[in-house]
């Protein structure tokens, strides 16, 4: 079955820090651009960021750029969120996606990430 | 305050045609195409419309997209129960230079 899984999700202190996952299964994840959307419960979507098939292209928010940092491995057909310097306000529901805007999208069913002393 | 503009709620009964708008500016939705997803509780979203008006493979035909100038609507005719679910416009902003979703629309079907 074509799908992405998200993981890396957890509980985390002010200021710290977590690493996301995106593994694709049953499709090459190299081919597309790949997207971070976040969802805090209860409220809408949010863009976080995305990166193309090389990685020679990222675009960020400007409320998580010079903290989140993205990247891929094609060769294990992944694409990672770092997530530093996390604030209260990072808590939410995040799912990657590719081509996210194409006809072939495909989404993952997310990874709750909460920031909370 | 969101870049793109959407009503928060939106009613309409079975068979009904409803209509969604996504109101912008020119740095997105003047010079960039618009997705529509449609989001059932508790899922993840899912891609409705792509590129203005294009509907990818297993979408029905009673979803239909549409652009003029800086606004987009999503129509739904022949509205089914299982159509009740927020919706969302996605856009470029070539001036933030990253995507904005809308703030979405609730759908309820009476």
């Known amino acids: 079955e074509v799908q992405l899984v998200e993981s890396g999700g957890g509980l985390v202190q002010p200021g710290g820090s977590l690493r996301l996952s995106c593994a694709a299964s049953e499709f090459n994840l190299r081919n597309y651009w790949v997207t971070w959307v976040r969802q805090v419960p209860g409220r809408g979507l949010q863009w976080v960021a995305n990166?193309?098939?090389?990685?020679?292209?990222?675009y960020y928010v400007d409320s998580v750029r010079g903290r989140f940092t993205i990247s891929r491995d094609n060769t294990r057909n992944s694409v990672s969120l770092q997530m530093n310097s996390l604030r209260a306000e990072d808590t939410a529901l995040y799912y990657c996606s590719s081509a996210i805007a194409a006809a072939d999208s495909v989404w993952g069913q997310g990874t709750l990430v909460s920031v909370s002393s | 305050q969101s870049v793109l503009t959407q009503p928060p709620s939106a009613s309409g009964t079975p068979g009904q045609r409803v209509t969604f708008s996504c109101s912008g500016s020119s740095p997105n939705i003047g010079k960039n195409p618009v997705s529509w997803f449609q989001q059932l509780p508790g899922m993840a979203p899912q891609l409705l419309i792509y590129n203005d008006d294009q509907r990818p493979s297993g979408v029905p035909d009673r979803f239909s997209g549409s652009k003029s100038g800086t606004s987009a609507s999503l129509a739904i005719s022949g509205l089914q129960s299982e159509d009740e679910a927020d919706y969302y416009c996605?856009?470029?902003?070539?001036?933030?230079?990253?995507?904005?979703f809308g703030p979405g629309t609730q759908l309820t079907v009476l």
């Open positions: 996605l856009a470029w902003d070539n001036s933030l230079d990253f995507c904005v």
């Open positions: 990166i193309n098939q090389d990685g020679s292209k990222k």
